[in-house]
């Protein structure tokens, strides 16, 4: 029989987030929504009115009240969404969160272009009046953003567009996490379990090769069933992220979602150029993992499994908790107490359920405690995830605690650094816990694991990423043939020759909900190399490296992401943090492999 998946009303509320900071209740919820309407409505009294610095104080203070309700709205309404995508009451309070915004932007969208529109000398003189010192940094990047602001009417015209532009990234979303449906897979003795996106990761990590086989064929099944439609959702992102481009001047879409937090184009060629130039590393995991687990040809399932035989431990969500305790320790008493409220307080969302939406996220509003969602399997890697959503939530906190609202939002390049920095401070606890080798190389395997993951793979989506963008731009059809031979020719490029390519793996980047956010996944990458060198400092150099971390989690979104990892300690100015990030990668490959030697593998 297959292992039937829960709904959500079966499951124990004291494993389910508490979103009470936000709403007590839907009713509550719904009350919200007339006064933000009239908050909305009330924008528009402020047209043709910001014409000194008094007058733009007022209404950027009007404008951060506003936000911060609509933000405990909208909140509210996706993390009930998430819940159970299926859920039709759910749905409709999130589509109707999407209007309200749509209005929002709308009765906003006066704002850039009538500041824009003093002469430049006036301009100038009012952003440095002290009565707009907490809104300075706001104002500058406003300025730094005149070329690529439009007229009123321009602005006020794309803003009514804004919930169709979000069309496919929501197609996509519904059809992956509500309207696909898989086949039961099945192991070598013929016994079936349910598959799902929550679990599918579980499955591809068993040491039954014919349950990893099963399930990736299985997943993929469906989404060749509806490839055709994936295309056609992600040809009408990439081609709304180039007109918007366009119609804003930028020279194409890379160049404007990089320049909203000034990253030069060159740190995402580095990256991608570093990490090429390194992948004789990766061949070199692939052999060792080829080798180890003793197959004389290695398909894209066998990448998930662990390397060695009865590594598989399943932990409880208690030791899980306790693990990610200890593991954060180095950053100090008040970091590890806050940790504990997230435990106490039910900031999590632990177990999966049916309709669940799929993989994991830190979210929150400014007035709110942050919140988590994961889909906690007892796994090695679901601790992680937990470590990992909880450097989101710690971040979110610190700056929201330390920042005014308008400068409160990190930027998307540095969002993955606190994460990705819980993740090895857990690994490296783990690895100086341990004296056993066959533990010591399960752990190592989960390090190897994260660089693969996320040095190595996001870039490869990274690439993946400006190649679709750079076929739109040439006027070429992002077709599911293209597209699925484009993402075929990286998986070759990036785990080399001895990886046996399916062709199941070609609709691969089907799955992949970060590419609807155009040129977000390389900030992965930059993140864990940030990351890494990170987490060594505040290993080896005790305080000053975590004061100097903590503040600049606390810094939010106050300066340019490049001088907030500056202050940190890390510069991207050069390809070093890469280069030192893959330096580590092979560090513990070999230690990998002399650990395979001492159990005489």
Known sequence: MSEEIKERKEMNPDFMWDLSTLYENDDKWEEALEPLNKLIDKA???????????????FLDFEVELERKFSDFYCYASLRNSEDTRDNKAMDMEARAMEVYSRLAVALSFEEPEILSLPKEELEKIVKDPVLEPFSFQLQKLLDEKPHVLSKNEEE????????????????????????????????????????????????????????????KSLYKSYKEHINTFAASYNGCVKYAQASAKVRHYEDSRAMSMAAEHIPKEVYDALVDTVRKNMPKMYRYVSLRKRLLGLEDLHYYDLYTP????????????????MVLDAVTPLGKEYVDRVKKAYEERWIDVYPNAGKRGGAFSSGTYDSNPFILTSFTGTLDSVSTIAHEMGHS????????????????????????????????????LLANTTDPKERLVLLNQYLEGFKGTLFRQTMFAQFEKEAHDMAKRGESLTPDSLNGVYKKLIEEYFGEELIIDEE?????????????????????????????????????????????????????????????KHAGVDFTTSAPVERALNKFEQILDDAEETIKRLGK
């Open 505 to 565: 793996v070609s609709y691969e980047w089907a799955r992949i909900p970060h590419f609807y956010r155009p040129f977000y996944v390389y900030k992965y990458a930059t993140s864990y190399s940030a990351a890494v060198a990170l987490s060594e400092a505040v290993l080896k150099d005790g305080k000053e490296a975590v004061e100097k971390y903590l503040e600049f989690l606390s810094m939010g979104g106050s300066a340019y992401p490049l001088d907030e990892l």
């Open 307 to 322: 390397l060695v035989e009865g590594s598989s431990r399943i932990y409880s969500y208690e030791e899980a908790q306790n």
């Open 44 to 58: 528009t009294s402020y047209q043709a009115t910001l014409k000194d610095a008094k007058s733009i104080r007022e």
């Open 157 to 216: 015209l794309l803003a009514t567009f804004t919930e169709v532009f979000g069309a496919p990234s929501k197609i996509a979303g519904n059809l992956q996490n509500a309207d696909l449906k898989f086949e039961d897979a099945y192991d070598s003795e013929g016994k079936k379990y349910q598959l799902t996106q929550a679990n599918y990761i579980l499955l591809q990590m068993s040491e039954d090769r014919k349950l990893r086989e099963s399930s990736f």
């Open 394 to 429: 710690q971040h979110t906190w610190l700056a929201n605690h330390n920042q005014q609202p308008q400068n409160a939002d990190y930027t998307l390049f540095v969002a993955e650094v606190a994460s990705t920095l819980n993740e090895n401070l857990l690994v490296e606890r």
